[in-house]
C-alpha cells in the first residue's frame, strides 16, 4: 500500500493503483488512480469541493444517478459527519458486465467543505473486502493554506 494526499485528504492505495491529480467538473479538485487490485480492474476518486448546500441535501444529490445504494454513517477521522453508501451505478469504465459496476462512496463533510472518496469495481470479479483497506484509511487531515 502506498499514501496518497491532497487538499484537506489522505488515503492508502494498492501499489498498483496509479494516481495523479484530478479536477471534476464541479470540484475545486481531487485525484484519482487507476488501475488493479489483483485481477480485477479498480478506479478509486477522491474529490473535495465547498459544501454550497446541507450535508443530507448534498448525500441525496450525490445519489440521484445510483441505480440502487444503502447507505450508514460511519466515522471519518478529521470528519464532522461521514456516510458511507455501497451500491451499483450504470458506468462502462471497467467493462462491467451490463454496464453495471459497484460503486462504494464515502462522503464526509468539515467546516463547510465536502470531500468523496469513491471507488468503482466490476461486480463480478468479488474483490469487496479488497477494498476494505481502502476506505478504513480515508482521513481528513489538516489543510495546508
Known sequence: MKTIDGD???????????????????????AI?????????ATVIVQVKA???GFNEWVRYVHRVWLEHSERRVEVPGAADAIRS??????????AKDGRESCTTVIAKR???????????RPEDGIDAEIEPIIASFELVAEVL
Not at 484537506?8 to 481531487?30: E, F, N, S, T, V
Open 8 to 30: 484537506g485528504w489522505r488515503l492508502q492505495i494498492p501499489d498498483a493503483l496509479i494516481a495523479k491529480a484530478h479536477k471534476a467538473h464541479g470540484y475545486d479538485g481531487g
Open 33 to 41: 488512480a487507476r488501475g488493479w487490485i489483483g485481477e480485477a480492474p
Open 51 to 53: 459544501l454550497e448546500m
Open 86 to 95: 455501497d451500491g451499483v451505478i450504470e458506468f462502462d469504465g471497467l467493462g
Open 111 to 121: 467546516s463547510g467543505r465536502v470531500w468523496s472518496l469513491t471507488i468503482r469495481t
